[in-house]
């Protein structure tokens, strides 16, 4: 599984950090994907992330 975050949809909320912070950060005034590549066991986390986004900003592939 690949994770991105699209910064110009995102608006911070941070729900995505709270969720996985193993693979989601703040950058300024956006999230950010620490990684491209998820590691399999933090997947379904990464999942719940993007279900929670409030913007859909993040893009899993």
């Known amino acids: 599984m690949k ?3 699209d910064k110009e949809t995102c608006v911070g ?3 995505c950090v709270d969720e996985c ?3 989601f950060e703040i950058q300024g005034d956006v999230a950010v994907a ?3 590549n ?3 066991e933090l997947e379904k986390k990464v ?3 993007a279900k929670n ?3 859909e900003a993040i893009i899993i592939e």
């Open 21 to 23: 912070p193993e693979v």
């Open 38 to 40: 998820v590691p399999k």
């Open 3 to 5: 994770v991105r975050v």
């Open 34 to 36: 620490k990684m491209e």
């Open 13 to 15: 909320d941070e729900t």
């Open 47 to 49: 999942e719940e992330a």
């Open 53 to 55: 986004c409030p913007v």
